[in-house]
């Protein structure tokens, strides 16, 4: 699917521009007229293009929307509405309204049972902002995470297959005592186990610098996991340590005490 498209008003350009802003640096990829339309397009077709492709169409209402008329705005949700069908035959979540303010949502049918109004619809007001972007950010970046851990998973399973090849190259190399083919055969799979391992790393770097935000506490319990695992090895270390020891003290003890039966018991045997 394509970018989230975002529809609004020119007179609410101001708090859209902050929304999306704050989409982008949650990861979100944004469609907006002004960005997207060159010099030339056919607003028409292109925007209805762009709204059949999108991942999320979201229509930023104010007060405003019912005093202007028959705005680019109207007629994007416009649009929007007559994709209803077709796209929620599939995907009934596409369409997000939100509200900047206190306003009410245009009655605009979707099909013979379902208007605009009675769909999930999130207010964004200067109080409470972040909590309401989290919100939006939450549902339409759910997708994209989604494909990006798939993505992290295909390409584990990559590294991994490519691991697999380079034990059996290793076990097929001892198998033959290492001669040329072998050889030969052991260094294509490392150079193919080198190149998973950097596309796997790249991914991975991409995808938690793009959503760093939901994995930070995840890295922070890492850390801490890590620091655990350090401690409990020192402990180890220790304990292993002081068993030794302990050994060699009982090892002592025992032999000294032998001795000393021995000694006792020859005095014995002399005094009788």
Known sequence: MGPIFVSYLRHDKDRVDRLVQGLNALGADIWRDQNKLAGGDHWADEISTAISKCEYFIPCFSSAFHLDGMSTMEKEVGIAASLWDRRATSDRKWILPIKLGDCAIPAVPLNKSLSLPEL???????????????????????????????????????????????????????????????????????????????????????????????????????????????????????????????????????GLVAFLAYWIACGIRKFC
């Not at 294509?188 to 770097?205: H, P």
């Not at 939901?214 to 655990?228: A, R, V």
């Open 120 to 254: 999930h619809w999130i207010r964004l007001e200067d109080e409470g902002w972040d909590d309401s972007l989290r919100a939006i950010a939450d549902i339409v970046l759910q997708r994209a995470r989604e494909r990006a851990w798939q993505a992290l998973c295909e390409a584990a399973e990559t590294l991994q297959s490519a691991e697999r090849a380079r034990a059996e190259s290793m076990a097929f190399a001892i198998k033959c005592e290492f001669n040329e083919a072998s050889k030969t055969e052991l260094a294509r799979s490392e150079t193919l186990r080198m190149e998973r391992r950097n596309d796997f790393s790249k991914a991975l770097s991409a995808h938690f610098s793009k959503y760093k935000d939901d994995y930070n506490p995840l890295i922070e319990m890492d850390m801490s996991f890590e620091h655990i695992v350090v401690e409990a090895r020192k402990e180890h270390e220790s304990l292993r340590f002081g068993c030794m020891i302990a050994g060699l003290v009982f090892i002592l003890i025992c």
